[in-house]
């Protein structure tokens, strides 16, 4: 069993090896994620290939070499070669470099589970490199589960977590009044996009204070 983190890749340098359909999804997330994307590849899609038009993205189109690993925070091996991908994976864990080679467990350091996002909430299913269509198949279902109000919930718990902190209240005592929220149906009450009844539902559970 893997120990999974939420890593932080923001202002990092990251080096996707493949241009594909792969390759882009995974260069996608890695922009999502604020890093710094160094893309690797003889050839590309157009998508890869209009976002280093857009410079969102460096681009050297030609074959990889063990020096284009460099500085690279984290690594993404997303080629249909296997011989490349497994040289990928000894470079970068030559140079203690988180690595991932795309459905290859045994050449990862790391696996990448699927996500929901909403807002700051976000949803992993892992299975250990197992199976990733059972954890696409769940996905979707936490995808239809979940909505963008859980966003919205995320923000409402942050603040009033910040105001009971304020407050003096305990760690036990927040957690047990943002689960009564949370088990007496505040998304619903989010969801109906009423702030003013909100703000009732939120001071009738916390107090006066919380209005």
């Known amino acids: 069993m893997g120990y999974m ?19 882009r999804r ?17 050839r ?14 460096r681009a050297h189109w030609r074959p990889y070499q063990a020096e284009d690993i460099g500085d690279a925070f984290v690594v993404i091996a997303a080629t249909d070669d296997d011989q490349v991908n497994a040289q990928v994976f000894r470079d970068a864990t030559a140079r203690n470099v988180l690595v991932n ?9 790391f696996t990448v589970p699927a996500t ?9 299913v ?36 910040n105001k009971m902190i304020g407050l ?10 943002l689960a009564g929220l949370y088990r007496d149906r505040v998304v619903s009450v989010i969801s109906d996009g009423d702030k003013k009844a909100l703000n009732e539902f939120v001071a009738s559970r916390l107090g006066a204070s919380f209005r």
């Open 101 to 109: 080679v795309v459905d290859c467990p045994a050449l990862c350091t």
């Open 168 to 177: 003096g209240w305990d760690g036990q005592l927040i957690r047990e009044k």
């Open 116 to 124: 929901v996002s909403r807002g700051d909430l976000t949803i992993a």
């Open 5 to 23: 983190v939420n890593l932080s890749v923001e202002g990092r340098a990251a080096l996707v090896v493949g241009g594909g359909e792969i390759a």
């Open 26 to 42: 995974k260069i996608e997330d890695l922009l999502a994620a604020k890093a710094s994307v160094t893309v690797v590849a003889p």
């Open 126 to 161: 892992a299975t250990e490199g197992k199976c990733p269509a059972l954890s696409g198949i769940l996905r979707e279902e936490l995808e239809g589960r979940y909505g963008p109000e859980y966003g919205e919930l995320v923000n409402l718990f942050g603040e009033l977590r």
């Open 44 to 57: 590309a899609c157009d998508r890869v290939v209009a976002m280093a038009e857009e410079k969102r993205i």
